[in-house]
């Protein structure tokens, strides 16, 4: 696959690719990529031309600090702050992104609590989960995705979890560990993002990395098409760290 604006999200466009569709990032484990992945996918949508919303259930607001570093003639994502939320409205309606959004991108907290992981998990057709490879991040995505499958009810073979091993170092004994580890847990790996200082400076820019100009980005753009061609059809595209 390569990359060029519409083919990754028109390709497989029907006539229900503009109904809106929840993609949830979680992982309780801080600091695992949850608010690089919201963003970039959601920067990625917005050059597509499907209208995304970014839904911030993180206090910390980081997703919230990207979008207010988007300039005026970048894409629009349109911006939800799902806390400390006005009291004189109810939770639904202040979360409810605007007619015409196409995809809510909703990035959650480290430590969010079990008992919502029902209520986030509610309506998300794809449930993105970044993990890192090491040894504490990979017991700690175990107890995640058995929390996804017993208390959320997510059953295993529905299609919706999918896995992505970020900040990876290519032929390290860590990395081929945490595949080994995933191999094992029968949830897709559905991309694999490389570990690069290309994403802080896209997140300093409010941009995507697919939106960095005349950097050495164009392997990650590759990446995030196995992520996006996921989210979108389901399918599992031969991943290569390149
Ligand atoms: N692939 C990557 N390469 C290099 N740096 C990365 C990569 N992914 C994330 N980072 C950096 O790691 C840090 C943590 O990432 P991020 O904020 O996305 O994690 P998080 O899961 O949202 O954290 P938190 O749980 O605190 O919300 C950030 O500084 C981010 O820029
Ligand atoms: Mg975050």
Same mark, same amino acid.
Do not use: Y
């Given at each position: 696959m390569t990359h060029s604006q519409g083919q990754v999200c028109s390709q497989p466009m029907d006539e229900t690719a503009t109904e809106l569709r929840k993609v949830l990032v979680l992982n309780p484990k801080g600091g695992s990529g949850k608010t690089t992945l919201a963003t970039n996918l959601a920067a990625w949508y917005a050059l597509e031309g499907l209208q995304p919303a970014l839904l911030d259930l993180d206090p910390q607001g980081s997703s919230l600090r990207w979008l207010g570093k988007r300039t005026g003639e970048q894409p629009g994502v349109h911006a939800l702050k799902g806390f400390e939320l006005p009291s004189n409205v109810t939770r639904s309606f202040a979360l409810r992104p605007p007619p015409g959004t196409h995809r809510l991108i909703v990035d959650t907290p480290a430590g969010l609590p079990r008992e919502q992981l029902r209520e986030v998990t509610r309506d998300a057709g794809r449930i993105l989960i970044p993990v890192l490879p090491s040894d504490i991040d990979i017991h700690a995505v175990t107890r995640c995705i058995a929390d996804l499958l017993l208390v959320a009810r997510v059953p295993r073979d529905s299609g919706r979890i999918g896995i992505v091993a970020n900040r990876v170092k290519a032929n390290t004994l860590v990395y081929r560990a945490l595949m080994r580890f995933l191999a094992t847990l029968?949830?897709? +790996? +559905?991309g694999v993002l490389r570990d690069t200082q290309n994403y802080v400076r896209a997140f300093e820019q409010g941009c995507g990395i697919h939106e960095l100009r005349g950097g050495t980005q164009a392997r990650d753009v590759e990446h995030w098409e196995s992520i996006v061609w996921w989210v979108e059809t389901g399918e599992v595209a031969a991943l290569d760290l390149g």
């Open positions: 029968e949830i897709p +790996v +559905v």
